[in-house]
């Protein structure tokens, strides 16, 4: 019979999720910055930064490679409690995981593919919904798309390209005065001449 030391037991427990389904052949593919979900049970969600997983459709969730292998993936054996332990145990030990580093989630910069915005600079979707959703007027729906700040992709959704660089004296008073806030211009002004 296997016998573990607490020590591997405390390793297992702290082993990373997504490096052990890898080793285990469990196909994963990330949905998020941080997050994974399984191929074959996409109801399986993984968070690499909690080293914790839930899996939806069977209520079931924990912590660690240790209860990910006892209660996912050995959950359809005829196994008993002990056994299920012992078998995760020696399961996760032997993948070489076990060593309680955390799966550090590998993140890119968002990449806009510009293809995607509407090729006859169309924003009718979006100015209707803009307009008379959230009640934005209608001038400064046109000001923010003659600025190109406000565009809309092929299938209508809203697309703010940029920041409003500047902002009219106007706003800027009546802003102050009322909402007593401080504007302060992030991009340098050449100086007057």
């Keep these: 019979m296997l016998t ?5 037991i405390k390793a297992a427990n702290s082993a990373s999720i997504v490096e052990y389904a890898r080793s285990a052949g469990i196909d994963l593919r990330q949905t998020g910055s941080d997050e994974f979900k399984g191929v074959e049970h996409d109801s399986l969600v993984i968070t690499p930064s909690k080293n914790s997983f839930y899996w939806n459709s069977r209520q079931v969730h924990g912590k660690g490679a240790l209860s990910f292998s006892t209660l996912y993936e050995l959950s359809g054996s005829n196994l008993n409690e002990k056994e299920k332990f012992l078998k995760a145990m020696d399961k996760v030990l032997t993948s070489g995981v076990g060593d309680g580093k955390v799966y550090q989630v590998q993140k890119e910069s968002f ?3 510009k293809n995607q915005i509407d090729s006859e600079n169309k924003i009718n979707r ?4 803009l307009h ?8 400064t729906i046109d000001q923010l798309h003659r600025d190109k700040v ?7 959704n809203a ?6 660089l500047k902002i009219d004296d106007k706003l800027k008073e009546y802003q102050n005065k009322v909402q007593k806030l401080i504007i302060k211009n992030m991009v340098e002004e050449e100086p007057s001449k």
Excluded at 132 to 139: A, K, L, T, V
Excluded at 159 to 164: N, R, S
């Design 4 to 8: 573990f030391t607490k020590e591997q």
């Design 111 to 113: 990449k806009f593919d």
């Design 126 to 129: 979006v100015w209707g919904y």
């Design 132 to 139: 008379n959703q959230r009640g934005i007027s209608s001038q």
């Design 150 to 156: 406000l565009a809309q992709d092929k299938l209508g």
């Design 159 to 164: 697309l703010f390209c940029g920041l409003i």
